[in-house]
């Protein structure tokens, strides 16, 4: 560390030790210019995978349409779950429906987020007391849920501006980043029991 301040006072980076190199790299993503920068670009590029679960899907058609124009804040439907970054669960989400919805989670790179939609979505609406259906909670972890049987698309918008002040107020994905993993991934039930109850051991990603 000493050699790396004497450098430092030169003006000059020292570049001899890389584990020391990894670790102020690290330290200045967490503290520095570069967090901002990387919470400023993630929460301005929100990209949703196209992933309908249930019938709250059709007003995500709606958001993104030209009427209520959704792109407009950075956020751009995706297909690819490898080149998306937020999961929006639209409505129930059945059990054999959960094991998808862990996959393509997943699938995605860090940092991601998810957002939930709807009643079913909250504590299941509908279809409260149903024997088949799991909480969005208990299959990934959830930043943003919207209330409604559907949401309108208005509130899909005003939650992909809430979650854009949370990961900027909070330095969400820039903490991500350097971590690698998301504390609250605890409370998720195992893959294997989301994929045995559509009799898939769940043994690929
Ligand atoms: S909240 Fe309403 S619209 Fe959404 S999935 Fe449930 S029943 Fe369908």
Redesign the pocket.
Known sequence: MAQVQERAKEGKAYIGNLEVAAQLAKESLIKGTIAKVVDWATAFSLWPVHLM???????IGAAWGPRFDNERYGSLPWVSPRQTNLIII???VTKKMACTVRITWEQMPFPKFVIA??????DG???YNSYNIVRPWQVVPVDIYIP????RPEAVARSIVELQKIIRSRGVASKWVVEGVRKDLKYILPKEDLCGWRGEGGGYS
Request: hydrophobic fraction near 20%; aromatic fraction near 4%.
């Open positions: 679960t249930s019938c709250c899907g059709c007003e639209e409505g129930t939609m709807g009643a079913c979505s909250l609406g509908i279809f409604g049987c559907p949401p």
